[in-house]
C-alpha cells in the first residue's frame, strides 16, 4: 500500500500544487477569499494553516479537498489537475485520495458509528461482509471497538471526532485534511485527538493538512504556514 | 402587517417553489369548483336566455310535459275571459347533418297569429307579408341571418331536413335580422309552420306548448289560476323562466360531481398547507424564539401564521379562479354534450356566464381553507418557548404523550364506527361512522407511516445500503413531514380507489342489466342515437314493420320525462307483458318478475327502478303519482326492478295506460326480434328499404345500442378520471413539497455524503428511494382506507344521490394500475429535488446548521 502512495505524479513530484489560486464569493459584495495563492506540499509533510478568523484557511482546505472549485489559478493533487475532472471524477479523487476531518465532525444523526464509518466503502460499491470487517478494523484503530452500534448522540466530542477520522482514513487516504478538529472540543480531548492524528501521520506516513487556531496544534507541526487577508504572508518549517 | 413583510415575505420568497406548491391545492380546488359552476351556469344562461329570447312579449305558458296536448286544449285557453292570446308551439332541436353546426331549434309556430306575440325582425320587405302564402308553402323555412350566413344560406336557398316522412328539402322564404329571437340558441333558430313541423316530427296533432298573454287589467297571477283549474293537475301553467328550473334539476348531478371533486381538491389542499405550515413552524422555530425575546406576545405570532395562511389562501383563490374561467369553456361544451346525449336538451353555450357571486364564494372558501390549515400550526407557533427555542436542536419528533393520544382517540373512534355498522338503521348514525372512521385514519397515518417506515428501512437498505438507510431514516427522523405527505396521499388515493369501485361496480351493473333486457335483435328508432326525442313514429309504423320478411316481434316504446314529486324523472310505456317474455334471467328486486309485468300489462300498477324506490322510499304496493293531460294517474307498484335508463329514477306503466292518460299512440322506439333463420343484417337492410324515402328512421343493430349505452356510462364516469388525475397531481405536489423540505432539512448531511465520495447518481438514488418510499406507505395506507371508503361512498351515492345500487366490488385493476402510475409521479416529482441537491454547493452545505 505504501507502495502505491510512493509513485510519484505524473507531472510534478508535489502531492499538492497550488499555483496562483483565488477564490471569489458572489454575493451583494464580491468577497476575495482567496488572493493568488502558491503553495506546494509534500509528500509525508504535516502542515498548519493558521490566520485569523475570514482570512480564508476553511477556503483554501476546501479547494484543496476538492469540495470547492478556485475561481482562477490551477490545483494539482498527486499531479491531477483538478479543473480538468469532471463533478463524479473529482468526487471519486475526494473519495479515494482526500480524507476530511471537520470541526462539527459532520457525522449522520441516524446512523451509528460503523455505518457512519461504512458510509464511503458503500459508496464506493464494497461488498457488505468487507464493508464491515473494515470498518470495524477502523473503529478499533481510533479506540472505539466497543462502540459499534452507538449513534452520534451517545457519544462525547471526543469520540464523535474519533469517528470522524476512522471514516476519513477507510481508503488509506493520503491526504489528510483537517478544519479545526480541536476547535470544538475541551483542551484535554483536543490533546487526545491531536496525538491520534500524529501518529497516523508517524505509522501510516500520511500527509496532513490542519486548519486550526490553536497554537500548540500549530507548534506541533513541522511546517506552519499563515494566511492574512486571503494571502499567504509567512511559511515556517520548524526542525 | 409589518411583521408579515419583514419576517413573512422574506422567507416566503427564499423558498418561493415550495410556497407556490404549498397553495396548488387551493388552486386545484377553486379552479375546479369554478370552472364546472361556471360551466355548469354558462349552459343554464344559455338556456335561459333562448327560452328568453323565444318568449317575446309570452307572459305565460301551458305545457303538459315532454308529451304534447291535443289542439283542442288550444281552444280551450283562447275561450279563457283573462287570456288576451294564446298561441300553439312546437320547439325541437334537429341536428342539422351540416359540418359543425351541431343542432338547429326548430320554433314551430302559427304565423297567422304569432306575431302578437312575438317580434320577427325580417330582413328586407316583409317576406311573409301574407302568412297564407306561408302557410301555404309547408317546405318553408326562416332562419337567421347569422345561420345562413354561417352555412352560405341565401333566400330561396334550400335545406335538406329528415322528417318523419322522409327526407325532404326545406326553402328559405325569410331570414331574421341578429339579434333578439333570432339570436336565441346561438343563432341556430329556424321558425317552421306549426302544422308542417306536426308531420315533420311525427307530433300527430299535437302541440308542445301555448304561448300567451293576458288581458289588460287582468294579472298574470289571476290568469294562471284561472288556466290552472280550467285544465287540471296535468298541465303545467307557468311563466317562460320557470322552463329552467327542469333543466336546472338535471345540470344539478353535475353540480354533485364536480362539487365532490373540488371538495376533494381542497380537502387535499388543506393538508399541503398544514404540511408546509408545521414544517415552517418548526424551521423558524428560532426566529419565532428572536421575536417571542424581542416582546411579540403569544397573540402576535399567532396571528402572523394566521395570515401567513390567509395570504397563501389569498394567492392560491386568486390563480384558482383564473384557472376556473379558463376551463369552464371546454367544461361547458362537456356538459353541453352529454345534456344532448343523455337528456335530448341541447343548448349551445360557446359564451360563458361568469357570476360574481359565485366567484366571491369560490374565493372565501379558498382563503377560509388555508387559514383553517393554518390553524394548528399557527397554534404551536405560538406556543414556542423563546428560551428552549434559541437553543441548538430541532423539534421534529412526535412526543410520545401525542401519540399516545392519538392513538387511543383513533382506537375509541373505530370503535364507536363499528358501533355505527352495527346500530345501523338511521342515516345520521351512518355519517357518524363515516366521519368517525376517517378522523381516526387520520389519527393514526402518523404512527403507521411510521412504522411502515421502519419496516421498508431494511428493505430499503438491502437494496442500496447507505442510499436505502438514508431514504428511511429521512422518514423517520421527520414524523411531520412524512406523515403530513401520506395523508395527503392517502385521502386522495382513498377518494380515487371509492371514484373507481364505484364506476366499476356501476359498469358490471349496466352491462349485466344491458344483457338481460336490451336483447332485442334490432331497433328502430327516430335518431342515431337513444337519448335525442323530438321525433316520434306514428303507431302505424309498427303494424308496418311487422309484416317484414323476418320480423316476429315488435315492441314499440315510448319514453318521455315526467314529473314526479318535483322532480324529473323518465316514464316508460311499453307492452310490459311483451317484454317480460323476452327478458333473460330475470331479476326483481321486489316482487315477482312475471306477476309484476302481468299487473302493470293489465293497467293495475306500475313498475318502478330501484333507484326510483331509494330516493322516494317506495316499496311493494306504494302508490306513485303522475298527473297527464288526461287526469292524475294513480297506481300502486307493483314490482321494483334494477334498472340503469336514468340517473333520476324511471317508471314503467303499460302501453294501454299511457294511451289512456296521456291519448297518444306515438312510439319512439321499436324493439324488433327476428325470426330464428332471420338475418338481422338482412332485415335491416329490408326495413331500410321498406322505408326509404318515406319515413325518417334509423335500423339500430343490438350491439350498436350496447356500446351506446356503454359509451355514455364511459362519459359519465370520466369524472372519475379528473379525480385520478387530481390524485396524481396531488401526489406529485405532496411529493415535491415533502422532498424540497427535505433536501433543506438534509442540505447538510447531503453535504457530508457528497464530501466523502457520493457521486451524484448516488445523491439522486437516495432522494429517489425517499420519494418511492412515502409513495409506497401513501399507496398501501390509500388502498386500505379506499376499500373502506368504498363501502361508505357506495351507500351514499344508493341512498342519498341515485339511488343505484350496486354490489361491493374493490376495484383491483385500477388499484393495480395506480401503483406504476403513483410510483412513476413520486420518481417524476424527486427529479427536481435530486437534481437541486446534487446542483447545490457543497461548501455551504457542510457549514449550514
Ligand atoms: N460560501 C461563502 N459565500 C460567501 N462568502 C464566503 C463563503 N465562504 C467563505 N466566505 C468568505 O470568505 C472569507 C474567508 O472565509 P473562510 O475561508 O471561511 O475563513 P476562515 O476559515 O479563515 O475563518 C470570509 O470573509 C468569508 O466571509
Ligand atoms: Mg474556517
Known sequence: MKCARAKPGLLSSYLIDIAGVSKQFQGKRTVTALDSVTLRIERGDMVSIV????????????????????????????????????????????????????????????????????????????????????????????????????????????????????????????????????????????????????????NLGATIVIVTHDADVARSCIRTIALRDAKVVSDERRL | MILLRLISWPYARKHLLRSILTTAGIVLGVALFVGMHTANRSVLGAFNRTVDRIAGSTELQVSAGESGFDEEILERVQAQPEVRIA??????????????????????????????????????????????????????????????????LRLQSKLSMSTMNGPRRFTIRGLMKTGGLASAFGGNLAIMDIYAAQQVFGRGRKFDRIDLAVKEGVTVEQCRAALE??????????????????FESIVKVFSISSAMSSAFALFIGLFIIYNSFSIAVTERRKEIGILRALGATRGRIRNLFLSEGAAAGIFGSLAGLAAGVLIAKGLSRYVSGLLVDIYSVGERSDEITIDPGLLAWAFAIGVATSVLASFLPARSAARVDPVQALQKGRLQVLSAGENRIRRWLAVTLVAICAACLTLGGSRPVFYVGFFSVIVASLLFTPSLSLWMARALRPALQWMRPIEGALAADSLIQAPRRTSATVTALMMSLAMVIAFNGLAVASYDSIVEWLDSTFNPDLFVNTNRTLGARSFHFPAVIGE??????????????????????????????????????????????????????????????????????????????????????????????????????????????????????????????????????????????????????????????????????????????????????????????????????????????????????????????????????????????????????????????????????????????????????????????????????????????????
Not at chain 1, 483538478?82 to 470541526?103: E, M
Not at chain 2, 306575440?117 to 320587405?125: A, K, P, Q, S, V
Not at chain 2, 307557468?238 to 327542469?246: H, L
Open chain 2, 229 to 246: 283549474k280550467l285544465l287540471g293537475p296535468g298541465f303545467e301553467v307557468g311563466p317562460p323562466g320557470s322552463r329552467g328550473s327542469q
Open chain 2, 544 to 849: 308496418q314493420l311487422s309484416a317484414i320478411d323476418g320480423i316476429q316481434t315488435v315492441q314499440g316504446v315510448r319514453t318521455l320525462r315526467v314529473t314526479f314529486r318535483g322532480t324529473p324523472i323518465l316514464l316508460v310505456s311499453a307492452d310490459l307483458r311483451g317484454i317480460a317474455r323476452h327478458t333473460v334471467n330475470p331479476r326483481a328486486v321486489a316482487g315477482d318478475y312475471r306477476e309484476m309485468h302481468r299487473l302493470a300489462g293489465e293497467g293495475k300498477g306500475a313498475v318502478v327502478a330501484e333507484n326510483l324506490a331509494m330516493l322516494h322510499k317506495l316499496g311493494l304496493g306504494s302508490e306513485v303519482e303522475i298527473a297527464s293531460p288526461g287526469g292524475v294517474l294513480r297506481l300502486p307498484v307493483v314490482g321494483v326492478l334494477r334498472d340503469f335508463s336514468d340517473q333520476l329514477g324511471t317508471i314503467f306503466i303499460d302501453t294501454s295506460v299511457y294511451l289512456k292518460y296521456w291519448n297518444d299512440d306515438t312510439v319512439d322506439i321499436f324493439r324488433v326480434y327476428l325470426k330464428k333463420s332471420a338475418s338481422a343484417e338482412i332485415v335491416k337492410g329490408r326495413i331500410q328499404e321498406r322505408f326509404a324515402g318515406e319515413r325518417r328512421l334509423f335500423v339500430l343493430m343490438n350491439t350498436e345500442i350496447k356500446d351506446y349505452v356503454i359509451r355514455l356510462t364511459d362519459q359519465w364516469f370520466a369524472m372519475t378520471h379528473v379525480q385520478t388525475a387530481v390524485a396524481v397531481l396531488v401526489a406529485i405536489l405532496g411529493i415535491v413539497n415533502t422532498l424540497t423540505v427535505s433536501i433543506g432539512d438534509r442540505r447538510r448531511e447531503i453535504g457530508v455524503l457528497r464530501a466523502v465520495g457520493a457521486l451524484n447518481a448516488q445523491v439522486r438514488h437516495t432522494i429517489w428511494m425517499e420519494a418511492l418510499a412515502v409513495a409506497f406507505i401513501g399507496l398501501v395506507l390509500g388502498m386500505l382506507l379506499g376499500a373502506v371508503n368504498l363501502y361508505y361512498q357506495l351507500d351514499i351515492v344508493q341512498r342519498d344521490i341515485s339511488g343505484l345500487v350496486v354490489a361491493y366490488r374493490f376495484p383491483f385493476m385500477a388499484s393495480l394500475w395506480l401503483v406504476p402510475v403513483m410510483l412513476a409521479s413520486a420518481f417524476l416529482a424527486a427529479l427536481w429535488p435530486g437534481e437541486a441537491a446534487v446542483r447545490s454547493s457543497l461548501v455551504e452545505a457542510l457549514e449550514y446548521e
Open chain 1, 51 to 202: 490566520g485569523p478568523s475570514g482570512s480564508g484557511k476553511s477556503t483554501l482546505l476546501n479547494l484543496i479537498g476538492g469540495l470547492d472549485r478556485p475561481s482562477s489559478g490551477e490545483i494539482r493533487i498527486d499531479g491531477q489537475a483538478i479543473a480538468a475532472l469532471s463533478d463524479d471524477d473529482l468526487t471519486r479523487l475526494r473519495r479515494d485520495k482526500i480524507g476530511f476531518i471537520f470541526q462539527f465532525f459532520n457525522l449522520l444523526p441516524s446512523l451509528n458509528c460503523i455505518e457512519n464509518v461504512s458510509l464511503p466503502l458503500h459508496l464506493k460499491g464494497w461488498p457488505r461482509k468487507k464493508v464491515r470487517e473494515r470498518a470495524r478494523q477502523l473503529l478499533e484503530m481510533v479506540q472505539l471497538g466497543h462502540r459499534v452500534d452507538h449513534l452520534p448522540d451517545e457519544l462525547s466530542g471526543g469520540e464523535r471526532q474519533r469517528v470522524a477520522i476512522a471514516r476519513a482514513l477507510v481508503f488509506d487516504a493520503p491526504i489528510l485534511l483537517a478544519d479545526e478538529p480541536t476547535g470544538n472540543l475541551d483542551s484535554a480531548t483536543g490533546a487526545e485527538i491531536l496525538g491520534l492524528i500524529h501518529d497516523l501521520h508517524r
Open chain 2, 87 to 152: 298561441v300553439p308551439v312546437i320547439e325541437a332541436p334537429v341536428e342539422t347533418g351540416l359540418k359543425g353546426q351541431g343542432n338547429l331549434l326548430i320554433l314551430a309556430v302559427d304565423m297567422t297569429g304569432d306575431r302578437g306575440l312575438r317580434n320577427y325582425d325580417f330582413e328586407g320587405d316583409d317576406v311573409i307579408d301574407d302568412p297564407l302564402v306561408f302557410l301555404a308553402q309547408p317546405d318553408s323555412l326562416i332562419v337567421s341571418r347569422e345561420f345562413a350566413d354561417r352555412n352560405g
